[in-house]
Structure formats: C-alpha cells, structure tokens
C-alpha cells in the first residue's frame, strides 16, 4: 500500500510530534518512520520542494528548525521518487485537462494527483493501492471522483491515516485522538494568537474606549465575525491601540486571512470518531 | 479628571485592579457570590480536597472572583461565620512563559505564600502540637525524605533573618549549588517536578492538619484555558504535576479553575487536558453566566452606592433607572467587563463634558463614542 502525503500532512506529523525538553528537540512518535517500517509512503519532487519552503512556518525556535530541517534532508529525501519526467508529464497534463482551475496553480495537490495516477499506469502499482493523504478540503473534493473513476485508491485525511495505523497496531487509539486534539492546537494558532495578545494588552492602563474597542475585537474574533473585525480594525481608537502595541494589526490581519474551516472538520471529525468508530477499547 | 461633580470619589467601574487590593469590591451578581461562598464554606467544614471549575466567557469576572476572596477580608469574614480558624487564599496565574513551568508555577507560589509566612505559620504549628508531633506530620506528609529533611531545617531554624534561613530560602528558590547544599546538609538541589509536589503538598498539609492553623488552603488557577496555547510537552508535564500535587494534599485544599471558553475549546478538551484523574475530581462547577438585564442594574446601581466611590449626601450619578436599562438595553450581550468599559466611557465624556447627571438625551449624543454601542 502506497500513502502519498501533501506538505502540510508531513508538516503536522512532525510539527504536532515535536518535543522540546531541556532544548533539545526529538519526534515523540516518529510517526511517519513507523509507518514506513509496514507501508510506503512516497512523494513527488514538488512535495519536497514545497516542504523545504514551508516547514519553518510554525515552528519557534531555531533549534526546532534546525532539527526539523535536519529530520527532512535525512529522512523524507528518502521518500521522494525521482520520476520519470516525460512520463509524469502526461500524467500531469491530463489531470490539468480535467480539472482546468489546476492549470495556472502549479500546487503540490495537483501533483499528488498525477502523481497517484503516474504510480498506477506507468509503473507496476496495483489499482486501490494508491492512497492520497490531505486535510485540504478543497482538494478532496476535487480529486476525489478522479480518484475513484481511475481506481486509484483513498483520499484520506490525516487522522484517517493515523486511525488506520492504530488498526495496525502502529500507534495506539488513544494516541490518534491524543495526536487529535494536538493537531486541532496547530490549526487553531492564529486564533490563539489574537486571543492571547488581546488578554495581555488589556491587562495594561488603556482608556476605556481602548479596552472597549479590544473586547469587542476578542467576541468578534470568537464569533468569527470577519465583517465586523474589519469595521473594529477602520475605528478611530484602534490607531491609538496600535501605538500601544505593534502585533496587534498583523494578527487580526492573519486571522481575517486563515481558513478555519480545517479546525471545523477535525472537530466534526474527533466527534465523530468518538461516537461512530469501533475500537476495542470502546468494549 | 476629577469625578466630584457626579457625586462620586472615583470611577467606580474600574477596568484594573485597584492600587489597594484590599479595596477589590464586589457588587451585585449575587447567585455567582453564593456558589463560591458556598464551595469555600464546605471547604472550611469539611476535609476531603477538591477542585471546582469556574467557567465562563471573557470579562464574567473569574479573575475578579479570585482576587477578591484572596486580597480583600471578605474569605475572614465567612471564616468568622462559619467559627472556623482561618483560611488561606491565593491567585496564580498558568504559567506560560517559561521553559520551567513547574518552577514558574512554584515561584507565583512562594511569592504569594513566602518562605517567611511558611516559617511562621510552621512556629504557630510548633507551638499548637508541639515539636515531635510537627517532626512526625511532616514524615507523614512529605512523601519523600529529602523534603522532609528541607522542612525539618526550616524549622530548626532561630529566626528568619538568620543565614541558614537565607541559604534555605535559595534552595527553595533552585538555587543547587555545592556551597548551599553542603551547608545545608541536603544530598541534591530542589529541581524536581514531584519534589516540588511533595513540598507544597507537605506544607499545605502540615498548616491545615486538623484544620488548626488554617482551616482550608485556596489557590485559584487563573487562566487555565491558556493550557492550549503553552508547548506541548510544557503542558503535558503541568498536567503530570498538577495530578501530583492534587494526590498527594488529599485534605483541606480547595483548587479553582479559571475557564474562558473560547472557540476551539470545548468541556472534553479540557478533560483531555486535565487527564482522566483530574476530570473525574472537578464535578462542580460554577457557571459565571451573562448577567441579565435586571442582574446588570443592581450591580450598576451598588458600585455607584458603595462608600469607597460614592461621596456621603449626594445622589445617584444617574437621573433615573431608565437610563441604566436604556444604555444595557443597546450594548448588546451583558457582561462585567463590557459594563465597565461601556460605564466607564460614559462617565468620562459625561466630565468632559461638564455634566453633572447621565440622562438619556446625554446618552443619546454620545453613542458614538460608546465602542460597545449597537448601531
């Protein structure tokens, strides 16, 4: 059985695995070796690309970086598959073909899913063997009927990946909704972010008219209240509370741009595999 | 700015704690007020530790709970009615910024409940059941020979401005170096998660024995939503001490748990969070609800009653009730904090502006400037 993972499945196995103690950092899991000691996991060159650009975005410390840096050249090089290029070509083109919003957005989905199809026609792997881990809904939902049409196999999240090791006896139930909830911390940062400064700043001597413009930043933001966040960021004080602090503008900015829509999945999802998934623990 | 002209001394809507804690005021939200007094007088009464959540969204006034029953006389006062010697009380928040947070947490302790007040509350101990009696309560206690040999020194101790007393106050404080530790007679530094369990545990329970000394030990953990947003393994190993601690004072403790809910978070993260142990010892639960309107009127109208704001003979800052509602009715959802912030806004334009009563046409031509203001 083949996983073939997108950069942010890779990112959060080893950024929601990471451990700091004393300053030295290590993999609590080591997840995706241990999936690769029973299954292989493989990736297209633009994967690993992908991921050498981005793997620092959430991590805080440069030892944290060096460390995962480090983890990537040693490690994931080794799942990268140096395909054949005229070959990959094709498989690439046709999947641009069918999915024409694919054609000016050269992402690393769009080559998990000629990367799937390559896998199944030119080489030697089994239809059903093939299996696409992303969290990233949009492209679920655009891969998914090719998926199915060609044979190919899944398309999995990443949780989906962790509970099928758990059937496998890789990683143990309990850790897949450990790893959950963890996973659900990553996706929810920038929301954090914005909260926590808030409560910090407030704690300060602001004038009223301050602390009143920033409680209704803090319900608009738990609201999800994009709409009003903006009007909260055009007020007349807010210019007086960016004096008092810097950062303040930059969060809300990234959190009017982040998709929280991932946090919602996973809840929907940890819920769900509460209430619905076998285990024998549930016994 | 000077708040004369409304009658008042101050502004009674204080958005920060004021200079003098012991002047922490608490008005109105009665039903909130009756279910912690009631956690704490079951405290005072019985023995059993326990944990109680504090839930409630941003600005229902958790931190405010706990800084008023652990700086003002309100906890001596319940103590009083309930015939009860008396209690301690303290607030800290979770620690966040730290790669120690343990020792974080352990110092917000020590400067809320110093060495020194341990060291006297230890001769008040010394002199209620005796020396052997103490030496055998902290056998018992300790759980560890090495805090129990820490807590024998401190009190062999003469006087706390002797030098053992400073060398010991530097070991509590991590300091491990040889020179200390050889003086000491102490094999190994304090820098341990369950010593330091053993410790707090040990003296908490070494003051309340009996409930002689004191009849019950308060800590307020504020913020604990923040567990979330603390590094992974940090929190992890929080969690792992504060099970510790919490097994380990099975008497007399009372721990609460300041909880905001926030979006992402929900009742069964957090018992992820606090682990199995924990979740199924923190069954009760205060609920800081939204105050309704009627709940909002009385605790405006007592803040501006109350005589550390109110100047003696005069009258009501506001010209009638109607005003009150009319502002509550068109802020939106109600809570302390947007009550302050909203009342606090008003009473100053009202200075300068020159008023001398908030009347609703006066209210009506400041809207604008009223941030919580539905449009």
Known sequence: ?283 | MTYEKLGLKENPFRLTPPLIQSEIVWAGMNEVKTNIENRIKIAILTKASRIVLNWGSYGSGKTHASLYYSKTNRLQEIVDENKASSAKSIKITLPRSSNNIVQEFFRSFLGQYSLEDIFLDFQKIKTEFGEETLNLMIDAYSNDKSIADVLKKLIDIESKDSQDFSKLKNYIHGDSTKGTLTSLGLPLGLNNDEQIANLMAAVISCITHEKKIYSTFIIWLDEFEDIDTVNKNLADRFTTFLRQFIDKTSNNLLLFLNFTQKTFMDMEDLSSYLGEALTSRAKAKIDFANPTLDESLIYIKELCENELFKIKGNDSPFDNDETIKYVLENIGNLNARKINESFSIIFEMALIMGKDKITVDFINQITDEIIAWDN
């Open chain 1, 1 to 283: 059985m083949n996983f073939i993972l997108d950069t942010c499945t890779i990112n959060n196995l080893l950024q929601v695995d990471l451990f700091l103690e004393d300053n030295e950092c290590f993999l609590e899991y080591n997840y995706l070796q241990r999936i690769q000691k029973k299954f292989s996991i493989k990736i297209p060159p633009k994967i690993y690309e992908e991921l050498k650009n981005t793997f620092s975005k959430n991590l805080n410390t440069g030892n944290e970086k060096k460390f995962i840096q480090n983890y990537i050249s040693r490690y994931i090089c080794n799942y990268v598959d140096s395909v054949d290029e005229s070959d990959f070509e094709s498989s690439l083109n046709f999947i641009k073909v069918t999915h024409p919003k694919y054609v000016n957005e050269d992402n690393g989905e769009l080559h998990l899913a000629a990367y799937a199809l390559y896998l199944n026609r030119y080489q030697d792997t089994l239809a059903f063997q093939t299996h696409f881990i992303t969290d990233d809904d949009e492209a679920i939902d655009d891969f998914k009927g090719t998926f199915k049409l060609n044979f190919l196999g899944d398309i999995l999240t990443t949780i989906d990946l962790l509970l099928l090791m758990s059937i496998y006896g890789i990683i143990s139930f309990l850790e897949v909704l450990d790893f959950a909830l963890n996973l659900k911390r990553q996706y929810s940062q920038v929301y954090n972010k914005l909260i926590n400064e808030i409560k910090v700043l407030q704690k300060k001597e602001l004038t009223p008219q301050e602390s009143g413009l920033l409680s209704r930043i803090y319900n608009n933001a738990n609201d999800f209240n994009l709409e009003a966040l903006e009007v909260d960021k055009n007020h007349k004080i807010f210019v007086k509370i960016k004096q008092k602090n810097r950062n303040i503008e930059n969060l809300i900015g990234e959190f009017l741009t982040e998709d929280f829509k991932k946090v919602k999945i996973l809840e929907k999802k940890i819920s769900e595999i509460k209430s619905q998934y076998w285990d024998l623990s549930k016994v």
